[in-house]
């Protein structure tokens, strides 16, 4: 699917906000630089004045006065660098501020041809956009590595935790570096989604692309364009979409109708993702006979030899914590 020109404006206006709010940050920080260490405003003022003199030296014939320009300012840099730290600030405190230091907020970068292309941290904001998932950024800002806890898992149910959450941040250490999938899976309530959620957190910060569906939203967006004629363009971006994204999370795999077509569909996806080495995540419910059973077995053959397999095991955490904040509401 394209982006409506109303949607591309309405993305193009929160970077050119970004902007403004980054120079405004700027400004306000060279402020109290200034008014902190006035030798360091001097030093800045100095180099108009030095460029201007440069360029008079160059029209008359000094072959080294563009050398003697940039020792001069390599010099002012380094002075200035010093008065900053030995003041208080960090070295680079008045340097750009960027939200997204690959594209500098602009949303597009350059690739080594030469082409213009959309930013990863774009193609992110357009996939929130497309397919309405504004709900995965208050997602990620509850469950993600900072909030994780483990007060609710004991004995063997807290190995298996601690162990899928080594295997969660080395998965997010590597992902740039190694092709990896997860399969979370065991019963309900365990932990599986949070972990996702941890996972897709690490990565958006990172600028990489990711998109979240739960399975059974992924299969009817699936249904709805295969079956309509008339969408057969929005159809061929969103196969696009899901096959190369950089990381696509399908949650609660087996909530879905499971028949010949979401199978074929599940195929299709898993397999063009593993042919592109692009990552996937799958939560589910259902334990790993129960994959077999209920889809096709190069399905099951697909998980079980690309995935990583990772099981939770306890106590349904949500049903615990209703119960305690009932209790404790009693209490009271």
């Not at 394209?2 to 060279?30: C, G, V």
């Not at 899976?185 to 600028?207: H, N, P, Q, R, W």
């Not at 309509?228 to 109708?257: H, N, P, R, V």
């Not at 990552?279 to 059973?293: F, K």
């Amino acid at each position: 699917m394209a982006l409506t020109n109303s949607q591309y404006q309405s993305i193009i206006r929160d970077y050119d906000h970004i902007r403004d709010n980054n120079r405004f940050a700027l400004e306000t920080r060279r402020e109290q630089v200034w008014n902190a260490v006035p030798e360091y405003r001097a030093l800045e003022e100095s180099i108009s004045s030095l460029s201007v003199s440069a360029a008079r030296s160059m029209l008359d014939g000094e072959t080294d006065a563009r050398d003697r320009l940039h020792k001069s300012l390599s010099d002012i840099k380094r002075r200035q660098r010093q008065l900053l730290t030995a003041a208080g600030f960090p070295d680079d405190y008045l340097d750009p501020i960027y939200n997204c230091p690959l594209c500098r907020d602009t949303g597009y970068t350059t690739s080594e041809d030469g082409r213009k292309q959309k930013c990863s941290c774009f193609r992110q904001r357009e996939i929130s956009v497309l397919y309405s998932q504004s709900h995965i950024q208050d997602m990620v800002a509850k469950e993600n590595f900072s909030t994780l806890s483990t007060e609710y898992y004991q004995g063997e149910d807290l190995r298996h935790f601690e162990s899928a959450v080594d295997l969660c941040r080395e998965f997010v250490k590597n992902f740039k570096k190694d092709y990896r999938n997860i399969l979370f899976y065991g019963t309900v309530g365990t932990g599986k989604s949070f972990l996702s959620g941890c996972i897709a957190k690490e990565l958006m910060d990172a600028g990489c692309s990711v998109i979240y569906f739960s399975a059974s939203g992924l299969f009817d967006l699936f249904a709805r364009y295969s079956f309509d004629y008339k969408e057969k363009a929005a159809f061929q971006d969103f196969c696009e979409d899901i096959y190369s994204c950089d990381l696509l999370i399908i949650d609660d795999l087996g909530t879905e109708i499971t028949n010949t077509f979401t199978a074929s569909q599940l195929f299709s996806c898993l397999n063009e993702r593993c042919l592109r080495k692009k990552a996937v995540i799958i939560s589910t419910n259902l334990s790993l006979e129960e994959i077999r059973d209920r889809y096709s077995d190069r399905i099951f053959s697909r998980i079980t030899s690309s995935f990583a397999l990772c099981k939770l095991t306890g106590q349904d955490i949500r049903i615990y914590k209703k119960r305690a904040l009932s209790t404790s509401t009693t209490t009271r």
